[in-house]
T-cell receptor, first 112, second 115 residues
Framework: AQKITQTQPGMFVQEKEAVTLDCTYD???????LFWYKQPSSGEMIFLIY??????QNATEGRYSLNFQKARKSANLVISASQLGDSAMYFC?????????FGEGTQLTVNP | GAGVSQSPRYKVAKRGQDVALRCDPI?????LFWYQQALGQGPEFLTY????????KSGLPSDRFFAERPEGSVSTLKIQRTQQEDSAVYLC?????????????FGPGTRLTVL
């Protein structure tokens, strides 16, 4: 079975600063994918970034980057230059067959 | 719109009633998923379709839950004899291809409250 652990229930960051959201995973699949999704208070799940287990380089998408450490089974999300609109719940997920297995999320609050 | 749509957005049911939740995936998306998200939790997998075939229903919590996608596009999640523990947001997602690492696009969800 796959498992995702997000150890930070809540995080606070000042606007324009960078923040790292932690994610560790456990999977027996030799090939897997890691995803980060953002869920604002309105409820929709918004895809942010993807990292394949065989990708040599860390994924980046604009202000988002994924710090992938395969040996440690860690896939932390780094948000640079935080904006007020980044305040939301953030979920890490791993592919498990075709399904996604999600962590419990981290509530990020960006302070002005 | 081009995204995944779900209806109704909100549903209140009395305990024991049957409910039907609808998902319209992005046109042309082969794969369709249903997830259940309890308050304060991450989404949990319920079931998966590839076209009209239900390939995985291992996440359905009981035989009161039933999902279908008869023509390989719109899907319906049906819950019979609803219980209070069924209260949650039900999320539908679609994916363009069966390759597992393609992004899943989520709909806005249906919030079900069972009284």
């Amino acid at each position: 079975a796959q498992k995702i652990t997000q150890t930070q229930p809540g995080m606070f960051v000042q606007e324009k600063e960078a923040v790292t959201l932690d994610c560790t995973y456990d999977t027996s699949d030799p090939s897997y994918g890691l995803f980060w999704y953002k869920q604002p208070s309105s409820g929709e799940m918004i895809f942010l970034i993807y990292q394949g287990s065989y990708d040599q380089q860390n994924a980046t998408e604009g202000r988002y980057s994924l710090n992938f450490q395969k040996a440690r089974k860690s896939a932390n999300l780094v948000i640079s230059a935080s904006q007020l609109g980044d305040s939301a719940m953030y979920f890490c997920a791993v592919t498990s067959g075709s399904r996604l297995t999600f962590g419990e999320g981290t509530q990020l609050t960006v302070n002005p | 719109g081009a995204g995944v749509s779900q209806s109704p957005r909100y549903k209140v049911a009395k305990r024991g009633q049957d409910v039907a939740l609808r998902c319209d995936p992005i046109s042309g998306h082969v794969s369709l998923f249903w997830y259940q998200q309890a308050l304060g939790q991450g989404p949990e997998f319920l079931t998966y379709f590839q076209n009209e075939a239900q390939l995985d229903k291992s996440g359905l919590p009981s035989d009161r839950f039933f999902a279908e996608r008869p023509e390989g596009s719109v899907s319906t999640l049906k819950i019979q004899r609803t219980q209070q523990e069924d209260s949650a947001v039900y999320l539908c997602a679609s994916r363009i291809h069966r390759v597992k690492d393609n992004e899943q696009f989520f709909g806005p969800g249906t919030r079900l409250t069972v009284l």
